[in-house]
């Protein structure tokens, strides 16, 4: 089945120590986006990639960064982890297409920080 | 800014019994998502309408666009439809927002 992976499922780290979380998909979307759901509350777009293009909202911490090497995967890289990072990180995918777009999320990385 | 809003906030039923939730949403969308969030943080999709009425097994969603708001019904509640419900929106070009959830707990 086509779908939206993401690895590991669970995550600890140490605060300070940097921390990548991975994400890949096999439906073939061209827009892949990070998403961070802390407790209790809705996701929050961090950025996102169409295509090759990196789109970066503006609230988004510089100690956040993402690459995307090809279509099927996206990493997400947390340079220096604070206890304010503690959340769950999603991955969702989408195809553009004019008036729809459809996004479909991964199982999600739950990311502990001591 | 944009607003989204869900209600209510939270939902206790007794397994079998039905519920509406309701989404409502402050201007014109092209894009509207109902999403459950099962107790391990996965977001499902169950409907992509930003107009009219589709239905799936027990589950079936309206979108009214030109009054803004969606509703989301749920028949015959199981247990496994405990978590939290989004819908989320997309007006123009901007980023998918999602509403503030609905909590359903169904009691066996």
């Known amino acids: 089945d086509a779908m939206v992976i993401q690895n590991p499922r669970y995550q600890v780290t140490q605060f300070g120590k940097p921390v990548t979380l991975s994400c890949s998909q096999t439906l073939n979307h061209n827009v892949m986006y990070w998403y961070q759901q802390k407790s209790s509350q809705a996701p929050k777009l961090l950025f996102h990639y169409y295509d090759k293009d990196f789109n970066n909202e503006a609230d988004t911490p510089d100690n956040f960064q993402s690459r995307r090497p090809n279509t099927s995967f996206c990493f997400l890289d947390i340079r220096s982890p604070g206890l304010g990072d503690a959340a769950m990180y999603l991955c969702?995918?989408?195809?553009?297409?004019?008036?729809?777009?459809?996004?479909?999320f991964g199982p999600g990385t739950r990311l502990t920080v001591l | 800014g944009i607003q989204v809003e869900q209600s209510p906030p939270d939902l206790i039923l007794q397994e079998g019994a039905n519920s509406t939730l309701r989404c409502n949403f402050s201007?014109?969308?092209?894009?509207l998502q109902w999403f459950h969030q099962n107790p391990w943080g996965q977001l499902i999709n169950l409907f992509y309408i930003p107009s009219g009425t589709k239905q799936n097994g027990r589950l079936s969603a309206t979108t009214v666009a030109t009054e803004r708001y969606s509703l989301l019904y749920i028949s015959s509640s199981q247990t496994t439809d405990s978590g939290v419900y989004f819908c989320a929106v997309e007006f123009g070009n901007e980023k998918l927002t999602f509403g503030t959830g609905t909590r359903l707990t169904i009691i066996p």
């Open positions: 969702a995918t989408s195809r553009e297409i004019p008036g729809r777009n459809e996004q479909f």
């Open positions: 201007d014109s969308v092209n894009n």
